[in-house]
């Protein structure tokens, strides 16, 4: 069966600080992948999703970046935090064809102080 | 643009019938699921429908889909505490992206 994992679960970083939140998934192959942010008490926003390695697609402008080395392995980055930066982070996967659903990973819980 | 709105909170008693609905602009929607976050955890994938059914049923979640005035809804019968959480709507098109609601918080009262 399919899995997803999403490191680390809580991260307190300041601001001006690097950040990288990885995520990687199991038992599947060339998954579509996502990252989302989601703010306090606030819906979902999509930031990146990736169709293929290499291949990644940005939906908001932000400091933030994202990388996808290897088929099932997907990283969330930036140079330099800022305060706004905080919230929930989201993985997700999806096998892409059809009606297929998203697959979330635990999530990441980002404060930058 | 592609748009999914729900109401943002709704309360019930141990026991009722919750009805959460959800509306949704984009009449080329093929999938709509219905997803569920607990505090502090990831979107746990519910049920989903396909846009050529009217309902479906899953022990005690029932999704209805009403096409024509784009409407979906997610009833659980005999909430119980445990399902005190947030539940998002999410619609799928025929591309790779998926569009949330805002998400409806569930509260169930003893």
């Known amino acids: 069966s399919q899995t997803i994992h999403q490191w680390p679960a809580t991260l307190v970083q300041p601001v001006g600080s690097p950040l990288s939140l990885e995520c990687t998934v199991e038992?599947?192959?060339?998954?579509?992948l996502y990252w989302y942010r989601q703010a306090a008490g606030r819906g979902l926003q999509l930031l990146f999703y990736?169709?293929?390695?290499?291949?990644i697609s940005s939906e908001v402008p932000q400091n933030l970046s994202a990388s996808r080395p290897q088929d099932r392995q997907f990283i969330l980055s930036s140079k330099k935090l800022l305060l706004s930066d905080s919230g929930f982070y989201l993985c997700?996967?999806?096998?892409?064809?059809?009606?297929?659903?998203?697959?979330f990973g635990n999530g990441t819980r980002l404060t930058v102080t | 643009g592609e748009d999914v709105e729900q109401s943002l909170f709704l309360s019930v008693r141990e026991g009722d019938s919750s009805v959460i609905n959800c509306t949704y602009t984009?009449?080329?929607?093929?999938?709509l699921y219905w997803y569920k976050q607990e505090p502090g955890a990831g979107l746990q994938l519910l049920t989903y429908?396909?846009?050529?059914?009217d309902m479906k049923q899953d022990q005690r979640l029932t999704v209805l889909l009403n096409k024509k005035d784009k409407h979906l809804s997610l009833r659980i019968a005999d909430t119980q505490t445990g399902d005190s959480a947030i539940y998002f709507c999410?619609?799928?098109?025929?591309?790779?992206?998926?569009?949330f609601g805002p998400g409806t918080r569930l509260s169930v009262l003893p």
């Open positions: 429908i396909f846009s050529n059914m």
């Open positions: 997700a996967w999806s096998p892409g064809q059809g009606g297929s659903p998203l697959h």
């Open positions: 984009d009449s080329s929607s093929t999938y």
């Open positions: 038992g599947t192959s060339n998954p579509n």
């Open positions: 990736s169709v293929g390695i290499g291949q």
């Open positions: 999410a619609e799928r098109n025929y591309g790779q992206n998926f569009v």
